[in-house]
């Protein structure tokens, strides 16, 4: 799973009959200091996120099975949730008063 | 899946029974710098390797496809099939718009 921010969506009538009906969402897979890594990767989304979103894209495939209901469908990467607040722990955590 | 634009195709001689009939294009990848926008795909070659895509769904020469990688693309065949790269869907409009 990465973190992703959503950067653009895609529109495409001829395809893979599992794919109808889904939103194509262009995510850009972001590093642990929010820069962007490697090709933007076309995820199907459930969950409507909008542009320059942060989210989390899945490539597991047999969820994304499960969730365009066709075991066969070539689809893998899909949008699993969309990001509130996304930071990393940069302070040692605080010694509790015991 | 990846987006990329089809700059060729490939005709197999002798193939695996699973291969009959199958179509296989020669694909340009996209990547962040170079990235369809709109309707039209970018002119020239992207800078990373051109993968060999199976192709069922008719992609031509010129078109901006959706292809899958990895084990997910051989999903579609009735019997295992070796194949890593499959197109998915090809694209009618990209709407991309990067943040810098």
Same mark, same amino acid.
């Given at each position: ?98 | ?15 695996? =029974? ?30 990373? =390797? ?25 999903? =579609? ?20 718009? =990067?943040?810098?």
């Amino acid at each position: 799973m990465y973190l992703a921010r959503v950067e653009g969506t895609a529109i495409a009538t001829k395809k893979h009959p599992s794919l109808n009906g889904w939103r194509l969402l262009i995510c850009q897979p972001l590093d642990a200091e929010g820069k962007a890594f490697g090709a933007p990767q076309v995820a199907i989304d459930p969950h409507g996120a909008g542009l320059h979103q942060m989210v989390i894209i899945s490539s597991d495939g047999a969820a994304t099975r499960q969730a365009v209901r066709d075991p066969k469908s070539p689809a893998r990467w899909m949008v699993t949730a969309i990001v509130d607040k996304a930071g990393r722990a940069t302070a040692a955590p605080k010694k509790s008063a015991s | 899946m990846k987006l990329g634009r089809v700059i060729g195709r490939v005709t197999l001689s002798k193939t695996i =029974p699973a291969f009959t009939g199958g179509r296989w294009l020669i694909v340009s990848p996209f990547t962040r710098g170079h990235y369809q926008q709109g309707r039209q795909p970018p002119s020239g070659l992207s800078k990373d =390797p051109s993968p060999v895509v199976f192709d069922n769904l008719g992609g031509g020469m010129g078109d901006t496809i959706g292809y899958v990688e990895g084990r997910e693309a051989s999903m =579609p065949f009735d019997q295992p099939t070796p194949v890593d790269a499959i197109n998915a869907a090809i694209m009618d409009e990209v709407f991309y718009s =990067p943040l810098p």
